[in-house]
């Protein structure tokens, strides 16, 4: 198992975050943004699920293998209060997932977002390694979406 820790912070408060995190043209402008193959964001009250399926083109070749030519990755955030979400991650027809949490926090008219994750992978020999690329896979599309959500919060 490999730990995934990020902190995002936005110029915003906890609810114009929240806000933010709740709308579905949001998530599908960072999908957008992270150049996925296909993807679509739902909200269904305080779950929201996030589908996208990406390129296999750039995975190591010691990797190919386990994930075919397309990953499809199915997010899923539970919104227990307006600050904390649990999180699951799923890598369909993979031996492979991540979990974790949420976090929204406000300090003055700052908003730290922090998600912590746990990312296994349960494929012999290979499964650190694979690990270690999740996480790397993550963190990017975490970045992307503090991109995106900075400039989100800056237009409205």
């Known amino acids: 198992m490999k730990k995934l820790t990020k902190t995002l912070t936005y110029d ?70 307006a600050t904390t979400a649990d999180v699951a991650i799923a890598i369909a027809g993979k031996p492979g997932e991540a979990s974790g949490t949420i976090g929204l926090t ?16 349960r494929v012999p020999l290979l499964g650190g390694r694979i690990e270690t690329m999740v996480v790397d896979l993550l963190g990017h599309a975490l970045d992307v979406e503090h991109r995106v959500g900075q400039e989100w919060l800056t237009s409205r």
């Open 12 to 81: 915003a408060s906890t609810d114009a975050v929240g806000a933010m995190l709740d709308d579905p043209a949001f998530r599908e402008e960072v999908l957008r943004q992270q150049r996925v193959v296909r993807g679509s964001a739902d909200v269904d009250g305080d779950v929201v699920r996030i589908e996208q399926v990406r390129s296999a083109g750039d995975v190591p070749s010691f990797a190919r293998s386990f994930v075919g030519e397309e990953i499809v990755v199915v997010q899923t955030e539970t919104w227990t209060s």
């Open 106 to 121: 406000e300090s003055g008219s700052r908003t730290t977002q922090k998600v912590d994750l746990a990312v296994t992978v």
